[in-house]
């Protein structure tokens, strides 16, 4: 009896769920073709389909592994890096992981240098996988001591190797132009829908601007908004063309900007980007806990950014509307931070979590 019911479990596991995920070639094959979820609480919330890329569904665990895959197959395609070189990047974070994998697969000795106030879960990350990590302290785009004119001056100093550049290499954009746009776009087709509105938040541009090239030229009337945190220009750019910070920092990592990058700036040329809107942190952590609680998906702050965005462009729009954003990685890398009382208190933060969700704060 026992047999019998296990076969018949195993043949309807997959009911009404295709098998459609392929064999892929390494670390390299596995990045990109991310599931879009439907958000149902908030979908239901504001009459519309609220959308998101499970880009933590990436093999290095975020939207950075596009990046990080497309700047080295540049870096490879135009004879700038050889067997045994080096891969030296300025991030955050996710790009720096994404690029630790790539350079274990394709066998690079990989360097970073990240400002040292980002997340210990990003550095220990980075070490396991073999990188070389400088936390080195935050200065500005303008101060030559910033950790991607460190970056820059040390590739320069080592024979075969390569500074990635990912904020102004613009195979940065590339990588979202050939995968996360068509990704989403034939997604959406695929349940019959009309893609009204993509957004979300820019660090080095990358996404936004490589998915916003590809949806102006496939789908012109998709309306593309970028998200911006405290602490960033683009908002007030965008709206009033001034580059003047609005709010104080964020505790949002590896988004928001000082300046326009070469990788925006290829869209903004193209009329690529439409609007933008700002989100408060206090939205982001809210978002964070609801996320967690009402759909069982942990993310961190950045992301939750840009849900919060998908709402308010869903709102403006009115009932019955496709909005899609990005997922960009999981809560685990921020964990002891987004999840620790002593922390969000310190910020100002712990009374934007729902009461609700307290339970999950340690």
């Not at 040329?269 to 952590?285: K, L, N, R, T, Y």
Request: charged share 20%; glycine share 10%; proline share 4%.
């Amino acid at each position: 009896m026992m047999q019998r019911v296990f076969k018949r479990t195993l043949a309807t596991v997959y009911s009404g769920r295709p098998i459609t995920a392929p064999v892929v070639e390494g670390f390299p094959g596995a990045v990109g073709n991310t599931p879009l979820i439907r958000l149902k609480s908030l979908s239901d919330q504001t009459g519309c389909n609220i959308v998101a890329k499970a880009e933590f569904m990436n093999p290095g665990g975020s939207v950075k592994d596009r990046a990080a895959l497309w700047v080295v197959k540049d870096a490879e395609n135009h004879g700038l890096l050889k067997a045994g070189g080096t891969v030296v990047e300025g991030t955050a974070g996710n790009t720096g992981i994404g690029l630790a994998h790539v350079c274990r697969a394709r066998g690079y000795k990989c360097v970073i240098f990240m400002p040292n106030n980002q997340s210990q879960e990003k550095i220990d990350t980075l070490r396991m996988l073999g990188a070389t990590v400088y936390p080195v302290p935050v200065a500005p785009f303008t101060d030559p001591a910033n950790y991607n004119h460190q970056a820059a001056r040390y590739a320069a100093s080592l024979e075969n190797a390569v500074w990635t550049n990912q904020f102004d290499n613009i195979a940065n954009t590339q990588a979202h132009i050939e995968s996360t746009g068509p990704e989403l776009r034939h997604q959406i087709a695929s349940r019959g829908w009309k893609l009204d509105a993509f957004t979300c938040a820019t660090g080095t541009g990358g996404t936004l601007a490589g998915t916003a090239l590809y949806l102006k030229e496939s789908a012109a009337k998709t309306k593309v908004v970028l998200a911006d945190p405290p602490g960033s220009v683009l908002y007030k750019y965008m709206k009033e063309g001034k580059l003047e910070r609005t709010g104080d920092g964020s505790i949002t990592e590896g988004i928001g900007q000082g300046r326009v990058t070469e990788n925006l700036k290829a869209a903004l040329d193209q009329g690529a980007v439409h609007d933008a809107v700002f989100v408060p942190d206090e939205e982001s952590i809210s978002m964070v806990f609801r996320l967690l609680h009402d759909e069982g998906i942990p993310v961190g702050a950045s992301s939750a950014l840009n849900v919060v965005a998908a709402v308010k462009v869903a709102e403006q729009l009115g009932e019955g509307h496709t909005v899609a954003t990005v997922l960009c990685d999981g809560a685990q890398r921020y964990a002891s931070r987004l999840f620790n009382k002593d922390w969000l208190v310190s910020k100002g933060l712990y009374d934007a979590v729902p009461e609700d969700c307290r339970h999950y704060i340690k």
